[in-house]
């Protein structure tokens, strides 16, 4: 049976050959990558989001949810009213389905930010090569879960799951900021999961290191996103946004909701209390399971 096994793992390694990010599309959907000379400082295309949102003054912040420009000092005394997800050229919001442009449907106590996942470019680990020739380099999927802090986004949650979409990994984290806003309705954490939490940032990336080596394909959806939260420098990725690409293509991606629903006859994402990163992993698993077996049809 183990041998079976360690079979399966191997043909599905090397099917999934084809769909290993190139160098070139790592760097193109923003992964961090070292600064040649600079072991300690990493480089990352910038989102599009970030360079909109930059302010000359440092003491302002452009919220990422309502787009308002505010200073650091006053946050927490102005409101944050936005509507969920994005909404491109004019189409409705993603996330509530509002109309573009229209008045806020959510009200949260302050606004937030993320240019910290742009501008922190140092505490970086990098996955090291793998021993033996023994040694699976295996494939697994990845998904975070994030919270925004007085810093920015920052980690709360990992999740791993195996080819079989066993849980391998499942850790709350303690962000090294204090928290602002928990991000439920993404994250599905609330102050009570981050209670009494003591796993720091660094505890996770040696985990990750132990359990990975650099040959191991980590499967996600928009990984660079769980990278720079991670602080990790890994190579050997396949990203379902970019396998599925969306039929207008970038910058426009499909949303890992829409693509179970296409290719998985699935619907995820729809719990109340918010995501839940074992789901969204297993579904970048099922995803590439899926492609794997379509794509040997032909
Ligand atoms: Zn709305
Ligand atoms: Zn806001």
């Known amino acids: 049976m183990a041998n079976k096994g360690i079979k399966r793992t191997a043909e599905f390694y090397e099917r999934l050959q084809k769909y290993i990010l190139t160098p070139a599309q790592l760097k193109d959907n923003g992964f961090p990558e070292f600064v040649p000379g600079e072991p300690d400082t990493v480089t990352m295309k910038k989102s599009d989001t970030f360079l909109q949102n930059q302010c000359s003054n440092p003491n302002e912040r452009t919220c990422v949810r309502c787009a308002n420009r505010f200073l650091i000092s006053n946050n927490g005394k102005i409101r944050c009213q936005h509507h969920w997800g994005r909404s491109f050229r004019n189409q409705p919001f993603s996330g509530c389905g509002c109309r573009s442009r229209s008045k806020g449907c959510v009200i949260a106590e302050c606004h937030v930010y993320e240019d910290n996942k742009f501008t922190d470019v140092h505490g970086y680990v990098c996955t090291t090569e793998g021993t033996g020739v023994e040694e699976e380099p295996g494939v697994y999927a990845l998904d975070c879960e994030m ?16 080819q079989d979409l066993k849980v391998v990994y499942d850790k709350v984290v303690k962000p090294g900021n204090r928290v602002i806003n928990h ?8 102050e009570k999961d981050l209670r009494g939490v003591t796993t720091s940032l660094q505890d996770v990336q040696d985990d990750l290191l132990r359990l990975f080596n650099d040959k191991t394909i980590l499967v996600g959806h928009s990984l660079e996103h769980d990278f720079l939260v991670l602080k990790l420098v890994h190579r050997t990725v396949v990203d379902t946004s970019v396998v599925f690409p969306h039929r207008l293509g970038r910058p426009y991606k499909k949303g890992l909701k829409k693509l179970c629903e296409d290719y998985l006859g699935k619907r995820i994402q729809n719990k109340v209390g918010g995501h839940d990163s074992a789901e969204d992993a297993s579904a970048c698993m099922e995803l590439m399971q899926k492609k794997v077996r379509m794509s040997s049809c032909y």
Do not use: H, P, Q, W
């Not at 919270?147 to 195996?162: H, I, P």
């Not at 991000?183 to 609330?190: A, H, K, P, V």
């Open 147 to 162: 919270v925004f802090t007085t810093a920015g986004s920052e980690l709360a949650k990992v999740t791993v799951v195996d």
């Open 183 to 190: 991000n439920t309705r993404f994250s599905g954490l609330t």
